[in-house]
Nanobody, 121 residues
């Protein structure tokens, strides 16, 4: 069974940095796009950044120049480096990946359990 596990969230002061890590494990045949989303109370889950297996990245305008997404295909891991954090970045951050399980011939979207990031002013 495939699962995504995130780590690295926490409390940080404004203009500080955090690095989130997400690792996929289980019976994985292939991983296409991996990404990060975030949700604040009362709002939907919004895209933060994605990265394809070829390393092509996409970031939300609100985090461009501050956040960087990267991945190691051999380790089934993606990272989100967050710099110059702002109070409005406070949210639960979720890892996302489009994975083909070794058992099945199709791809499916998986989500991590989420990790809280809190930025104090």
């Amino acid at each position: 069974q495939v699962q995504l596990v995130e780590s690295g969230g926490g409390l940080v002061q404004a203009r500080g940095s955090l690095r989130l890590t997400c690792t996929a494990s289980g019976s994985i045949f292939d991983i296409r796009t991996m990404g990060w989303y975030r949700r604040t109370p009362g709002k939907q889950r919004d895209l933060v950044a994605t990265i394809t297996s070829d390393g092509v990245t996409n970031c939300a305008d609100s985090v461009k120049g501050r956040f960087t997404v990267s991945r190691d295909n051999a380790k089934n891991t993606t990272w989100l480096q967050m710099n110059i954090l702002r109070p409005e970045d406070t949210a639960v951050y979720y890892c996302n990946a489009f994975i083909r399980d070794a058992t099945y011939a199709y791809y499916k979207t998986y989500w991590g359990q989420g990790t809280q990031v809190t930025v104090s002013s």
